[in-house]
């Protein structure tokens, strides 16, 4: 029930291409869903984030489509770039509640080709 | 303008010995949260706090783990006679509060070998 599960484990995409991250979730209480971008070396920092009333959210490059019946959301990166290689993490919480804690996804290694 | 800062960012102990691990969160931030990344892995939640109280212990080892968060001073991850399963990144994050989507904000870890 605290699972959230990430596909794929690696990606490679070349530049300009579209780069497509999924996640499933299992527990129908959360409500709140980030991806988090990290680079070797580095702390997760956040990308964009999205509650399940909206269906889809785009912040430059980056869009999240949210389907709550499926319980899955996705990270679209369009117009891939070398510079957007890195791990990419989805996750999940629950908003309010007494505990503040992301469930994480596997991750993802995105790699961009020139 | 500092974001979350953990040290050291990298500890190296011999079996046995003890690990601690400092976060500072971002200044006014007074929730703080643990995360074990262990290699190929995601992050896993270990424990949140709040100024000088635990609020959610339940992704901490029963054993030879602890946390605290004083009501002056940094955030303290303290592994006692640590084992070869010990070595993972670990991870604090901070908010200034949780009761809403306010997003958690990531140090770059400390990355502990256990030799």
């Known amino acids: 029930q605290q699972q959230v599960k990430q596909s794929p484990q690696s990606l490679i995409v070349q530049k300009g291409g579209i780069s497509i991250i999924n996640c499933a979730y299992e527990?129908?209480?959360?409500?709140?869903f980030p991806w988090y971008q990290q680079f070797p070396g580095k702390g997760p920092a956040l990308l964009i984030a999205?509650?399940?009333?909206?269906s889809e959210k785009k912040e430059g490059r980056f869009t999240i489509s949210f389907n709550k019946s499926a319980k899955q959301f996705s990270l679209h990166i369009m117009d891939s770039q070398p510079g957007d290689s890195a791990t990419y993490f989805c996750?999940?919480?629950?908003?309010?509640?007494?505990?503040?804690?992301?469930?994480f996804g596997q991750g993802t290694t995105l790699q961009v080709k020139p | 303008n500092a974001g979350v800062m953990q040290n050291p960012r990298h500890l190296v102990r011999r079996r046995g010995q003890e690990a601690r691990l400092r976060c500072s969160p971002v200044?006014?931030?007074?929730?703080v949260y643990w995360y074990r990344q262990l290699p190929e892995e995601g992050l896993k939640f270990m424990v949140y706090?709040?100024?000088?109280?635990?609020?959610?212990e339940s992704g901490m080892p029963k054993e030879r783990f602890s946390a605290e968060f004083p009501k002056e001073g940094p955030s303290i991850l303290r592994i006692q006679q640590v084992v070869r399963g010990d070595s993972a990144a670990y991870f604090c994050?901070?908010?200034?509060?949780?009761?809403?989507?306010?997003?958690?904000?990531f140090g770059d870890g400390t990355r502990l070998s256990i030799l």
């Open positions: 994050a901070s908010s200034p509060r949780q009761i809403s989507n306010q997003p958690q904000h």
């Open positions: 527990n129908t209480a959360f409500d709140y």
């Open positions: 999205i509650r399940p009333d909206v």
């Open positions: 996750a999940a919480k629950r908003v309010p509640s007494n505990t503040g804690k992301l469930i």
């Open positions: 200044k006014g931030h007074s929730h």
């Open positions: 706090l709040q100024k000088e109280n635990i609020i959610d």
